[in-house]
């Protein structure tokens, strides 16, 4: 990824036009209320896709749908970025009927996470920025960093993150510069090998995931060890890895402590409880993006260079 030669998406002004659409699961008008007043408060004009309000089964009507509506608003030159509604599961059955020519064109920013990481991981390797931040849906219960950053991120102010860490042995100090990538560890997982696929060579990886068994963040964990994509990465942001499940039988280690285990071999900084993911406050990240990530035992700072 060529961050010098990149063409990015042109920040928003008031009076332009976000695209909500659901490239997932199935919502209602009803339950976009609170961010089609969000972004109207940012002074944006708001346009819904013909997936708000669709259904097929648990999506937002088929594949075929989902994947037009998404190419409408990728192509239509008014719409100067694109919201997700939501996320659950599909955005993996429509990417390939997606065409980025006009896209590559004229770039414009994509925001979601969870399920969108598909998308985020292909704009990535066409060398175009993306926001990892906050869908539509529940917008609202979020903290106000959540909004604050989002808004920053689409209005060119770039949101540099900091929080303080309290030592602990699962952290490595160091500092690291390199392109920001990433996003739901699950579907990393699910797109290794497909054209979709991050590069993983000297970046600095950002996970978090929900509601996964601790046997499963390990089997992933293991897979990405073995596979020799952990030992090329520059540095590691471990975010809310959230609802965690077990066996009856404990598997006996945390999420974070599974994690830390298949990269401590490596000498890259690696920091843990980042405010981003499935968790209340979900600050925008800008993936695509050169980064410096320093971790010290009392403080993470993220800065975009």
Not at 29 to 41: G, R, Y
Not at 57 to 74: E, I, K, M, S, T
């Amino acid at each position: 990824m060529n961050t010098t030669n990149q063409k990015l998406p042109k920040k928003l002004k008031k009076g332009d036009t976000i695209a909500i659409v659901s490239t997932a699961r199935k919502v209602s008008i009803k339950e976009l209320a609170p961010a089609i007043l969000f972004a109207e408060q940012m002074g944006l004009i708001v346009y819904l896709g013909k997936t708000i309000g669709a259904e097929k089964h648990q999506y937002a009507g088929d594949d075929v749908l989902r994947a037009q509506d998404f190419q409408d608003a990728l192509d239509t030159p008014h719409i100067k970025a694109i919201w997700c509604a939501r996320g659950g599961y599909g955005t993996i059955r429509m990417v390939d009927l997606l065409n980025f020519t006009k896209f590559i064109e004229r770039p414009k920013w994509l925001i979601g996470y969870s399920d969108i990481t598909v998308l985020h991981s292909h704009i990535n390797k066409l060398d175009i920025p993306t926001i990892h931040g906050q869908m539509c849906l529940e917008i609202e219960q979020k903290s106000k960093a959540t909004r604050d950053t989002l808004q920053q991120a689409l209005f060119g102010e770039t949101p540099h993150i900091s929080y303080g860490f309290e030592s602990s042995p699962l952290s490595r100090d160091g500092n690291a510069t390199g392109t920001l990538v990433g996003g739901n560890l699950s579907v990393l997982y699910s797109i290794i090998d497909s054209p979709s696929e991050i590069d993983w060579y000297g970046k600095i990886l950002f996970i978090e995931d929900l509601d996964e068994m601790l046997y499963h963040i390990d089997r992933m964990m293991q897979n990405l060890k073995r596979s020799g994509r952990l030992k090329t990465l520059a540095g590691l942001i471990v975010g809310g890895m959230s609802e965690m499940r077990d066996n009856t039988i404990a598997f006996g280690s945390t999420a974070h402590e599974i994690i830390f285990e298949a990269v401590q071999e490596y000498q890259y900084p690696v920091c843990f409880n980042f405010p981003a993911g499935h968790i209340q406050d979900n600050r925008a990240l800008v993936f695509g993006k050169q980064v410096t990530l320093a971790v010290s035992s009392k403080k993470v700072d993220l800065h975009y260079t």
